[in-house]
């Protein structure tokens, strides 16, 4: 079946701009993730979805980032008056259950490249 | 101290030997923990979880999780050069669902 798909690819914008990040889950995966992951680091936390509903938003660095799933599937990730420090990949990832415990199997997407200039 | 760590490496072994990956973690509130392998220029691909104390095999890969110590580790068997990749330890604290991964360990597989 078909994975975590994630568009665009690569974004090159300029400081100071508006950017949107789209995420479209595995089919049937209730859970969502948002995470960046800058070189040589592990991927770092941003936000989770459960359903329609942001569970945990605890990684989101400052209030310039702001994501939505308003129905329950695809997700946006929103970044306003983009810096230079935002730059990096930004990976989503689903799972089918909605939150820890024994098992959350998550599955990512190919990520997006970021580049602020 | 960073909540998972992991030495960045390289690890260097010679094709057939096993590779052992290491991973240690601050929250004994831990439950789950899981191995991602990831490609340069790729994107994170899961391997193995494991949320009991002991041994998990899934062919030429292991998982070794004590908490006690507050370790994991990967093994992997007949290692070969296409394992070479970054290999990242990630910890799910169970009230959540995020991930809190490691930097990640470099295995280089030398033919």
């Known amino acids: 079946g078909a994975g975590v798909s994630q568009t665009p690819s690569n974004k090159v914008t300029e400081k100071g701009k508006y950017v949107e990040l789209r995420c479209d889950p595995i089919?049937?995966?209730?859970?969502l993730y948002w995470y960046r992951q800058s070189l040589g680091q592990g991927p770092e936390f941003l936000i989770y979805?459960?359903?329609?509903?942001?569970?945990?938003d605890s990684g989101l660095p400052n209030d310039r980032f702001f994501a939505v799933r308003p129905e329950g599937s695809v997700s946006t990730l929103k970044i306003q008056r983009t810096e230079r420090g935002d730059s990096a990949v930004y990976l989503c990832?689903?799972?089918?259950?909605?939150?820890?415990?024994?098992?959350?199997?998550?599955?990512f997407g190919p990520g997006t490249r970021l580049t602020v200039l | 101290q960073k909540e998972v760590e992991q030495n960045s490496g390289p690890l260097s072994v010679p094709e057939g030997a096993i590779a052992s990956l290491n991973c240690t973690y601050s929250?004994?509130?831990?439950?789950?923990f899981f191995w991602y392998r990831q490609y340069s220029g790729k994107s994170p691909e899961l391997i193995m979880f494991?949320?009991?104390?002991g041994d998990k095999e899934d062919g030429r890969f292991t998982a070794q999780l004590n908490k006690a110590s507050q370790y994991v580790s990967l093994l992997i068997r007949d290692s070969q050069p296409s394992d070479s990749a970054t290999y990242l330890c990630?910890?799910?604290?169970?009230?959540?669902?995020?991930?809190?991964f490691g930097q990640g360990t470099t295995l280089q597989v030398k033919p």
């Open positions: 990832a689903s799972s089918k259950r909605p939150s820890g415990g024994a098992a959350n199997e998550q599955f």
């Open positions: 089919s049937g995966h209730t859970a």
């Open positions: 979805f459960q359903g329609t509903g942001a569970a945990d």
């Open positions: 929250d004994r509130g831990s439950q789950s």
């Open positions: 494991i949320y009991s104390n």
């Open positions: 990630a910890v799910n604290k169970g009230n959540t669902g995020k991930l809190i």
